[in-house]
T-cell receptor, first 113, second 117 residues
Framework: DSGVTQTPKHLITATGQRVTLRCSPR?????VYWYQQSLDQGLQFLIQ???????AKGNILERFSAQQFPDLHSELNLSSLELGDSALYFC????????????FGSGTRLTVV | AQTVTQSQPEMSVQEAETVTLSCTYD???????LFWYKQPPSRQMILVIR??????QNATENRFSVNFQKAAKSFSLKISDSQLGDAAMYFC??????????????FGKGTKLSVKP
């Protein structure tokens, strides 16, 4: 157990639907990162939050959004889902922005049918 | 923009032997961090080893060591005494030391390592 908890582990949904992925960071970690892993695009950074505030954005689609709550857990919202959104979504956390190592959760496997 | 390239999609090694996975990167910055992550079939991303660019000494973690060549922008991973449990996807990753997006990792496409008994 890495200490970073992601739920659900698996999600199957239809095109056009909306889903929410949840991440609880390791205890004490203030920074949360979301990554998407797909066969064609590899591992891509989506977005980062630090202590409730958005810190950096990567290749995140406008249909996707995220937030970090006061208790530091984070949610990634994916809407108007397309087949190409099927991927493994990882959350990672670190103690601070400058901390150079961070811990990944076990991911959420999203399948859009 | 920074990029990370892993030129070996697949590698194979005999158990107890040594294997080296290659990684090159492109950046105009002088301070940064480099990492190797392991992803076994369980999908968990596991940090194997990290290197700070300002350190000339190559990082070592038990059977894992790196050959960091800053001028050549090369960062290879050597696995000694390979074990069956080393079989996994290995990702090389880069992270800026400073700047607005310093926290996020830029990953290579990965190298799938097979270990033969």
């Amino acid at each position: 157990d890495s200490g970073v908890t992601q739920t659900p582990k698996h999600l199957i949904t239809a095109t056009g639907q909306r889903v929410t992925l949840r991440c609880s960071p390791r205890s004490g970690d203030l920074s949360v990162y979301w990554y998407q892993q797909s066969l064609d695009q590899g591992l891509q950074f989506l977005i980062q939050y630090y202590n409730g505030e958005e810190r950096a954005k990567g290749n995140i689609l406008e249909r996707f959004s995220a937030q970090q709550f006061p208790d530091l857990h984070s949610e990634l919202n994916l809407s108007s889902l397309e087949l190409g959104d099927s991927a493994l979504y990882f959350c990672a956390s670190s103690a601070s922005v400058t901390n150079y190592g961070y811990t990944f959760g076990s991911g959420t496997r999203l399948t859009v049918v | 923009a920074q990029t990370v390239t892993q030129s070996q999609p697949e590698m194979s090694v005999q158990e107890a032997e040594t294997v080296t996975l290659s990684c090159t990167y492109d950046t105009s910055e002088s301070d940064y961090y480099l990492f190797w992550y392991k992803q076994p079939p369980s999908r968990q991303m596991i940090l194997v080893i990290r290197q700070e660019a300002y350190k000339q000494q190559n990082a070592t973690e038990n059977r894992f060591s790196v050959n960091f060549q800053k001028a050549a922008k090369s960062f290879s991973l050597k696995i000694s005494d390979s074990q069956l449990g080393d079989a996994a996807m290995y990702f090389c990753a880069y992270r800026r030391a400073y700047g607005g997006s310093q926290g996020n990792l830029i990953f290579g496409k990965g190298t799938k390592l097979s270990v033969k008994p």
